[in-house]
């Protein structure tokens, strides 16, 4: 630095700073060795916020207003600086301005796809991305545990930061929502709004305040949305037989197309041909086909055979049973509206009667 830049610094009195950099986080003024003259006044704007630092230590911090750097004024300075001198010399110390206006249209988005369980398509990969604000909240915090001594911070710095904080957590508050991904377009303001209270205690810890994020889509790989449209399609299109018959009659109906419309619709009256022969070919078939057999309420018998239950058999059966001797006059039987089991002969005394005799041995 140059003699006359010393000098100029010493004279210098005013302490402010204004941006037009629109990402400008935090600004340290600069001083000749870090000189401030005791009487310095001191501007502060709206959306800022000024930091002492004395030492390594930070003196104090100032809202909005025009300061004169006195003991009045400073009274945390007063106590680490041993103004013995009358006042009259110049002080070490940082000022440092902090940006406090809501920095927007900051970007984050998924650099890979993220997997996650989902009630319909199971297991799918989303990408989502979207847009956030922030504000510095709380200058102090800010300074100790994100800027440091750095003399120029801009967004740009903590951005990638804040934009895989982001990432990481949407990644676990989608899977703990359980939303469907066909609901999730709907809800983008609630899902909005679900991920910034979620995700706003980290920035906190930064002494920094997520005062908005938005996800503008979120979307499925290419060869599932392919698959999704069509899905879609095929339900757009309603009953299959319709639509077939529909395109067909577009088809047959058309007076453009030219060579390959005729083709068009040469297949669809070879088509329309066909379904009309099939339908004759049905109606005929029917024509000559016997009703089906009625149903016949027949009363089933139960059996009690070898200390076994058997059936349910028809009378049929049971006639058959009576002349192969099977069933006997005492073997115990059962049939629907019976209280218990009863003797063959008690409800089939007419079957054992009707039985013929053995043929005579010749």
């Known amino acids: 630095m140059g003699l006359f830049d010393w000098v100029f610094g010493q004279f210098i009195d005013v302490i402010e700073w204004t941006d ?21 006044k001191l501007t502060v704007r709206e959306s800022q916020m000024a930091i002492f630092v004395n030492e390594g230590v930070i003196a104090d911090v100032l809202g909005p207003g025009i300061y004169e750097l006195e003991t009045k004024n400073l009274p945390v300075m007063t106590s680490i600086e041993h103004w013995d001198h009358a006042f009259n010399s110049p002080f070490k ?3 440092y301005f902090v940006n406090t206006k809501r920095f927007t249209d900051l970007k984050w988005g998924t650099k890979n796809p993220i997997m996650v369980r989902d ?33 120029h911070f801009t967004i740009d710095e903590i951005d990638d930061q804040l934009t895989n904080l ?38 906190g810890e930064y002494g920094l305040s997520l005062t908005k994020i938005l996800v503008e889509n979120i979307s499925l790989p290419a060869d599932v949305e392919k698959a999704l449209d069509a899905r879609s399609s095929r339900e757009i299109t309603g009953n299959l037989d319709d639509n077939i018959k529909y395109q067909t009659g577009q088809a047959l109906g058309s007076d453009t197309g030219g060579a390959m419309g005729d083709m068009i619709g040469m297949g669809a009256g070879i088509a329309m041909g066909q379904n009309m022969a099939d339908s004759l070919a049905k109606k005929d078939v029917n024509k000559h086909t016997p009703p089906p057999l009625p149903e016949r309420n027949e009363t ?16 049929r059966t049971i ?12 073997t115990l039987v059962w049939t629907e509206g019976q209280t218990d089991w009863v003797e063959a002969y008690t409800i089939l005394e007419k079957h054992f009667n009707a039985t013929p005799p053995p043929l005579p041995k010749i």
């Not at 469907?180 to 991920?195: G, H, Q, T, V």
């Not at 006639?319 to 005492?330: H, M, N, R, V």
């Open 93 to 95: 110390a940082e000022v």
């Open 119 to 151: 009630p319909e398509f199971s297991m799918v990969r989303l990408r989502a991305f979207g847009t956030y604000e922030i504000r510095i909240t709380d200058p102090k915090q800010f300074m100790n545990e994100i800027v440091g001594t750095d003399q």
């Open 319 to 330: 006639q058959l049973f009576i002349s192969e001797k099977k069933i006997q006059e005492k």
């Open 166 to 203: 982001i990432i990481s957590k949407f990644t676990t508050i989608v899977g703990e929502s359980k939303t469907p991904i066909l609901d999730m377009a709907s809800n983008y303001e609630k899902f909005s709004e679900y991920i910034s209270e979620k995700i706003s205690p980290y920035f």
């Open 300 to 315: 089933m018998y139960f059996v009690a055979l070898n200390d076994e239950k058997e059936g349910p058999y028809d009378i």
């Open 20 to 40: 037009d950099s629109q990402d400008t986080m935090v600004y340290r003024f600069p001083r000749h060795n870090n000189e401030i003259k005791y009487g310095a």
